[in-house]
């Protein structure tokens, strides 16, 4: 079923509010991803924090806006902040994030992700694989690429939705974004942006921004990924290739006004 779509002034509402209130998002995420999640947050007017050792992790997020778990460069000791932090999100209602790179690559991923679920993140973004092989069912990831298609993750998400309680988005080539009773369907973005490293990293840090400020985690990834896939295909219509589209991405991310998001965004 589908959900009542934010409309663009809604989607320019909630990307108004993380430039004006400009919240700290606290990200656990992996060596490949911190400058890119950091810049595209800072590009988007949130605060950046790349905070991950064991002993002050779970105290850090209870500073912050918004928590974004990324497993991508998993270790015993990363994997103990990852669920300190998670924790303290969870029992102080602090929104998080959780983007479960490779998750089916092998049974460690598989083990702190499933670990992580029980404190019920507000969101879960991952590529159509990598939702399929958390909810259970067989995915076909190729190490941290998607060889599924969103469409082919739809039940996965929904169930994956209601069992934690939370919004969990596929992105791909249209992101689907669901909390188990409805579904959205956001378009955007540009083939080329799977050419630059980390680009869905830097989506979940995006959503963490967008659930900051907003009150509906639905509404707010929706918007967040209307935005990242808006500025990224705004980028890729000017790039030479994967390192202008990088750059060009951050310019976008900044200089968007109202009018290119009323005019931009598609969220069925």
Not at 136 to 159: N, Q
Not at 186 to 193: A, I, Q, T
Not at 203 to 216: I, P
Request: hydrophobic share 50%; charged share 20%; proline share 4%.
């Amino acid at each position: 079923m589908a959900a009542t779509a934010p409309s663009p002034a809604d989607v320019w509402a909630a990307y108004d509010d993380v430039r004006r209130a400009g919240p700290l998002v606290h990200n656990i995420t992996n060596y490949v991803a911190m400058d890119l999640s950091a810049n595209v947050l800072l590009a988007a007017g949130a605060s950046p924090a790349m905070v991950h050792a064991r002993e002050e992790a779970a105290e850090f997020a209870q500073l912050a806006g918004a928590v974004v778990v990324n497993i991508g460069t998993l270790s015993p000791e990363w994997a103990e902040s990852m669920l300190g932090a998670a924790r303290v999100a969870s029992e102080r209602r602090v929104p998080w994030v959780l983007d479960p790179v490779a998750v089916g690559a092998t049974a460690y991923r598989v083990k702190v992700a499933t670990d992580l679920l029980p404190l019920r993140p507000t969101v879960v973004r991952g590529n159509a694989s990598e939702i399929l092989a958390l909810a259970g069912a067989a995915g076909r990831g190729k190490g941290v690429d998607s060889t599924d298609e969103s469409a082919d993750a739809v039940e996965a998400a929904i169930e994956l939705a209601a069992r934690t309680g939370g919004v969990v988005a596929v992105t791909g080539d249209v992101d689907i974004v669901t909390d188990g009773r409805n579904t959205l369907r956001v378009e955007g973005g540009d083939p080329l942006m799977a050419r630059v490293t980390a680009m869905g990293c830097a989506a979940s840090a995006m959503v963490g921004a967008f659930v900051a400020t907003a009150a509906e985690p639905m509404v707010a990834t929706a918007s967040a990924l209307a935005v990242f896939g808006l500025a990224g295909e705004r980028a890729a219509a000017q790039a030479a290739g994967p390192g202008s589209l990088r750059w060009r991405l951050l310019d976008e991310l900044h200089g968007l006004d109202e009018q290119s998001v009323l005019d931009g965004v598609r969220i069925s």
